[in-house]
Protein backbone atom coordinates (compact mmCIF):
# COMPACT_ATOMS: atom_id res chain seq x y z
CA UNK A 1 0.00 0.00 0.00
CA UNK A 2 0.81 3.27 -1.44
CA UNK A 3 2.24 6.07 2.00
CA UNK A 4 1.22 9.29 1.20
CA UNK A 5 3.42 11.94 3.12
CA UNK A 6 2.20 15.48 3.41
CA UNK A 7 4.40 18.74 4.52
CA UNK A 8 3.49 20.74 6.32
CA UNK A 9 0.81 20.11 8.30
CA UNK A 10 -0.50 23.47 9.05
CA UNK A 11 1.04 26.40 7.08
CA UNK A 12 -0.21 30.25 8.17
CA UNK A 13 1.20 33.45 5.98
CA UNK A 14 -0.27 36.43 4.93
CA UNK A 15 -1.84 37.65 1.77
CA UNK A 16 0.08 37.84 -0.92
CA UNK A 17 2.74 35.02 0.02
CA UNK A 18 4.17 32.72 -2.31
CA UNK A 19 2.97 28.81 -0.88
CA UNK A 20 4.46 25.63 -1.70
CA UNK A 21 2.81 22.40 -0.18
CA UNK A 22 4.77 18.87 -0.76
CA UNK A 23 3.76 15.30 -1.16
CA UNK A 24 5.78 12.03 -0.96
CA UNK A 25 4.42 8.79 -1.60
CA UNK A 26 6.87 5.74 -1.11
CA UNK A 27 5.32 3.43 -4.51
CA UNK A 28 5.18 4.43 -8.33
CA UNK A 29 2.06 5.86 -9.27
CA UNK A 30 0.28 6.12 -12.62
CA UNK A 31 -1.36 9.59 -11.35
CA UNK A 32 -1.30 12.06 -8.55
CA UNK A 33 -4.29 14.42 -8.31
CA UNK A 34 -4.40 17.35 -5.76
CA UNK A 35 -7.52 18.32 -4.01
CA UNK A 36 -8.83 21.93 -2.23
CA UNK A 37 -11.39 21.12 0.94
CA UNK A 38 -13.00 24.72 1.91
CA UNK A 39 -14.09 24.66 5.47
CA UNK A 40 -17.75 23.84 4.27
CA UNK A 41 -16.65 20.58 3.31
CA UNK A 42 -17.11 20.48 -0.27
CA UNK A 43 -14.15 18.70 -2.41
CA UNK A 44 -12.68 19.92 -5.40
CA UNK A 45 -10.25 18.43 -7.87
CA UNK A 46 -7.70 21.01 -8.91
CA UNK A 47 -5.11 19.05 -10.96
CA UNK A 48 -4.43 15.64 -11.89
CA UNK A 49 -0.87 14.73 -13.59
CA UNK A 50 1.47 12.15 -14.48
CA UNK A 51 4.20 14.01 -15.40
CA UNK A 52 5.95 17.34 -15.27
CA UNK A 53 3.68 20.83 -14.46
CA UNK A 54 0.07 22.29 -14.99
CA UNK A 55 -0.92 25.53 -13.99
CA UNK A 56 -4.20 26.87 -13.55
CA UNK A 57 -4.80 30.40 -12.75
CA UNK A 58 -2.36 30.91 -9.08
CA UNK A 59 -1.76 27.35 -9.06
CA UNK A 60 0.77 25.35 -10.31
CA UNK A 61 1.57 21.76 -9.49
CA UNK A 62 4.74 19.93 -10.22
CA UNK A 63 5.43 16.30 -10.02
CA UNK A 64 9.01 14.38 -10.56
CA UNK A 65 7.98 10.64 -10.97
CA UNK A 66 11.71 9.12 -10.19
CA UNK A 67 12.00 11.07 -7.00
CA UNK A 68 8.10 10.02 -5.90
CA UNK A 69 7.38 14.03 -5.06
CA UNK A 70 4.86 16.61 -6.29
CA UNK A 71 4.64 20.12 -4.93
CA UNK A 72 1.33 22.03 -5.15
CA UNK A 73 2.09 26.08 -5.41
CA UNK A 74 -0.09 29.23 -5.02
CA UNK A 75 1.25 32.54 -6.11
CA UNK A 76 0.24 35.77 -4.93
CA UNK A 77 -2.01 34.08 -2.08
CA UNK A 78 -5.35 35.35 -1.18
CA UNK A 79 -7.24 34.74 1.86
CA UNK A 80 -9.74 32.85 -0.31
CA UNK A 81 -7.16 30.05 -0.58
CA UNK A 82 -7.68 29.16 2.92
CA UNK A 83 -8.56 25.70 2.64
CA UNK A 84 -7.28 21.97 3.34
CA UNK A 85 -5.35 20.48 0.67
CA UNK A 86 -4.78 17.30 0.02
CA UNK A 87 -2.52 14.65 -1.70
CA UNK A 88 -4.21 11.69 -3.62
CA UNK A 89 -2.18 8.64 -5.42
CA UNK A 90 -3.35 6.06 -7.78
CA UNK A 91 -1.28 3.34 -9.15
CA UNK A 92 -4.29 2.69 -11.77
CA UNK A 93 -3.96 5.42 -13.83
CA UNK A 94 -6.68 8.20 -13.00
CA UNK A 95 -8.88 7.89 -9.91
CA UNK A 96 -9.42 4.50 -9.06
CA UNK A 97 -7.94 3.14 -5.54
CA UNK A 98 -6.91 6.39 -4.90
CA UNK A 99 -4.57 6.74 -1.37
CA UNK A 100 -4.39 10.58 0.39
CA UNK A 101 -2.19 12.03 2.30
CA UNK A 102 -3.48 13.87 5.14
CA UNK A 103 -4.22 17.08 3.90
CA UNK A 104 -2.30 20.46 4.64
CA UNK A 105 -4.56 22.89 6.80
CA UNK A 106 -3.56 26.65 4.86
CA UNK A 107 -4.90 29.55 6.28
CA UNK A 108 -3.68 32.85 4.42
CA UNK A 109 -4.33 35.93 6.60
CA UNK A 110 -5.30 39.22 5.37
CA UNK B 1 -24.94 19.91 -14.90
CA UNK B 2 -26.33 19.66 -11.21
CA UNK B 3 -22.81 18.24 -10.09
CA UNK B 4 -22.96 14.94 -8.08
CA UNK B 5 -25.74 14.96 -5.68
CA UNK B 6 -25.57 12.91 -2.52
CA UNK B 7 -28.86 12.83 0.11
CA UNK B 8 -29.12 13.20 3.21
CA UNK B 9 -26.77 15.47 3.88
CA UNK B 10 -26.86 15.42 7.92
CA UNK B 11 -28.09 12.33 9.23
CA UNK B 12 -28.31 11.16 13.20
CA UNK B 13 -29.03 7.73 14.31
CA UNK B 14 -29.12 5.73 17.22
CA UNK B 15 -26.33 2.75 17.20
CA UNK B 16 -28.23 0.04 15.64
CA UNK B 17 -30.32 1.46 12.98
CA UNK B 18 -29.86 1.20 9.50
CA UNK B 19 -28.57 4.19 7.79
CA UNK B 20 -28.84 4.62 3.76
CA UNK B 21 -26.43 7.21 1.95
CA UNK B 22 -27.41 7.63 -1.79
CA UNK B 23 -25.65 8.77 -4.52
CA UNK B 24 -26.74 10.84 -8.00
CA UNK B 25 -23.39 10.74 -9.99
CA UNK B 26 -23.28 12.91 -13.18
CA UNK B 27 -24.62 11.98 -16.21
CA UNK B 28 -22.49 10.46 -18.71
CA UNK B 29 -19.77 9.40 -15.83
CA UNK B 30 -19.00 6.09 -15.91
CA UNK B 31 -16.98 5.71 -12.57
CA UNK B 32 -18.41 6.20 -8.69
CA UNK B 33 -16.49 6.27 -5.60
CA UNK B 34 -17.29 6.22 -2.16
CA UNK B 35 -15.07 7.65 0.27
CA UNK B 36 -15.10 8.33 4.16
CA UNK B 37 -13.23 10.96 5.73
CA UNK B 38 -12.70 11.19 9.72
CA UNK B 39 -10.31 13.43 11.56
CA UNK B 40 -8.47 10.26 12.73
CA UNK B 41 -7.58 8.70 9.11
CA UNK B 42 -8.35 11.51 6.78
CA UNK B 43 -10.30 10.30 3.36
CA UNK B 44 -10.51 6.36 2.59
CA UNK B 45 -11.92 4.85 -0.48
CA UNK B 46 -14.58 2.25 0.64
CA UNK B 47 -15.43 1.02 -2.55
CA UNK B 48 -15.83 2.27 -6.25
CA UNK B 49 -18.02 0.91 -9.64
CA UNK B 50 -17.14 0.88 -13.13
CA UNK B 51 -20.57 0.62 -15.42
CA UNK B 52 -22.51 0.32 -12.14
CA UNK B 53 -20.26 -3.17 -11.34
CA UNK B 54 -18.46 -2.94 -7.90
CA UNK B 55 -14.52 -3.36 -8.99
CA UNK B 56 -12.91 -2.68 -5.45
CA UNK B 57 -14.58 -3.07 -1.84
CA UNK B 58 -11.47 -4.08 -0.20
CA UNK B 59 -12.17 -0.56 1.97
CA UNK B 60 -15.26 -1.14 2.98
CA UNK B 61 -14.57 -2.01 6.80
CA UNK B 62 -16.38 -5.02 7.32
CA UNK B 63 -20.39 -7.11 6.67
CA UNK B 64 -21.99 -4.52 8.28
CA UNK B 65 -21.36 -2.08 5.32
CA UNK B 66 -22.87 -2.74 1.80
CA UNK B 67 -23.17 -0.78 -1.20
CA UNK B 68 -25.00 -1.06 -4.44
CA UNK B 69 -25.40 1.07 -7.74
CA UNK B 70 -28.37 -0.60 -9.85
CA UNK B 71 -27.95 1.64 -12.65
CA UNK B 72 -25.86 3.94 -13.94
CA UNK B 73 -27.50 7.41 -12.06
CA UNK B 74 -28.08 5.61 -8.73
CA UNK B 75 -25.55 4.41 -5.85
CA UNK B 76 -26.39 3.33 -1.81
CA UNK B 77 -24.22 2.76 0.42
CA UNK B 78 -26.41 1.21 3.48
CA UNK B 79 -24.82 0.53 7.39
CA UNK B 80 -26.55 -1.77 9.12
CA UNK B 81 -26.79 -1.96 12.08
CA UNK B 82 -24.57 0.64 12.55
CA UNK B 83 -22.34 1.89 15.61
CA UNK B 84 -20.73 5.19 17.16
CA UNK B 85 -17.35 4.22 15.12
CA UNK B 86 -19.10 4.81 11.93
CA UNK B 87 -19.93 8.46 12.70
CA UNK B 88 -18.02 10.23 10.03
CA UNK B 89 -18.25 12.31 6.30
CA UNK B 90 -19.15 10.07 3.68
CA UNK B 91 -18.73 11.65 0.24
CA UNK B 92 -20.03 9.97 -3.50
CA UNK B 93 -17.69 10.74 -6.48
CA UNK B 94 -17.75 10.21 -9.86
CA UNK B 95 -15.61 10.58 -13.78
CA UNK B 96 -15.69 9.96 -16.51
CA UNK B 97 -13.25 6.91 -16.81
CA UNK B 98 -11.75 5.64 -14.00
CA UNK B 99 -8.34 4.98 -15.38
CA UNK B 100 -8.05 8.97 -17.01
CA UNK B 101 -10.71 10.90 -15.28
CA UNK B 102 -10.72 13.42 -13.03
CA UNK B 103 -13.40 13.22 -9.89
CA UNK B 104 -15.65 15.26 -9.26
CA UNK B 105 -17.03 14.94 -5.10
CA UNK B 106 -21.26 15.39 -4.09
CA UNK B 107 -20.98 17.88 -1.08
CA UNK B 108 -20.85 14.99 1.42
CA UNK B 109 -23.24 13.05 4.23
CA UNK B 110 -22.61 14.00 7.58
CA UNK B 111 -23.39 11.10 9.77
CA UNK B 112 -23.20 10.88 13.69
CA UNK B 113 -24.35 7.37 15.17
CA UNK B 114 -24.97 8.00 18.63
Known amino acids: KNEVEQSPQNLTAQEGEFITINCSYSVGISALHWLQQHPGGGIVSLFM???GKKKHGRLIATINIQEKHSSLHITASHPRDSAVYICAVSSGGGADGLTFGKGTHLIIQP | DAGVIQSPRHEVTEMGQEVTLRCKPI?????LFWYRQTMMRGLELLIY????????DSGMPEDRFSAKMPNASFSTLKIQPSEPRDSAVYFCASSRHANTGELFFGEGSRLTVL
Open chain 2, 27 to 31: SGHNS
Open chain 1, 49 to 51: LSS
Open chain 2, 49 to 56: FNNNVPID
